[in-house]
């Protein structure tokens, strides 16, 4: 019974993420940074009970985030967001993949400005 109330709420969790990063989308089509940046550390601070780091939700947030502090300058949220989606590259992708050179090149710029 428990195991059910549980599941059905990760569910309900897990479509609301799904529905927020639609919106994100949207967003980011009209150059909404600070909303963006908003929706998203809402999102962290709501859900970060369910998922960790290493979600695919939350890095796919992480990024958002960081794009939209990129936007803004504001340089070491931007990097911190950075350096939480590092693990997550390092495990789903392999060890020499573009996607993980672009996140540390991204991030290393950041350390540089």
């Given amino acids: 019974m428990q195991d ?8 309900l969790v897990i479509t609301k993420v ?12 009209n150059g909404k940074s600070e909303q963006i940046l908003k929706i998203c550390e809402q999102t962290f601070q709501e859900h970060s009970r369910f998922f960790s780091d290493l979600n695919c939700f939350v ?7 960081m794009d939209s502090c990129i ?8 990097l911190a967001y950075g350096l939480r989606t590092l693990a ?3 495990m789903f992708y392999p060890k020499y993949h573009p996607c993980t050179g672009i ?7 950041i350390y540089l400005l």
């Fill in 59 to 65: 890095v796919n947030l992480l990024d958002c985030a």
């Fill in 18 to 29: 799904e529905d927020i990063l639609k919106q994100i989308k949207l967003l980011k089509k």
């Fill in 4 to 11: 059910e109330k549980v599941w059905k709420e990760a569910r």
């Fill in 103 to 109: 996140q540390l090149y991204r991030i290393g710029k």
């Fill in 71 to 78: 936007g803004l300058q504001l340089w070491e949220k931007a």
């Fill in 88 to 90: 997550a590259y390092f």
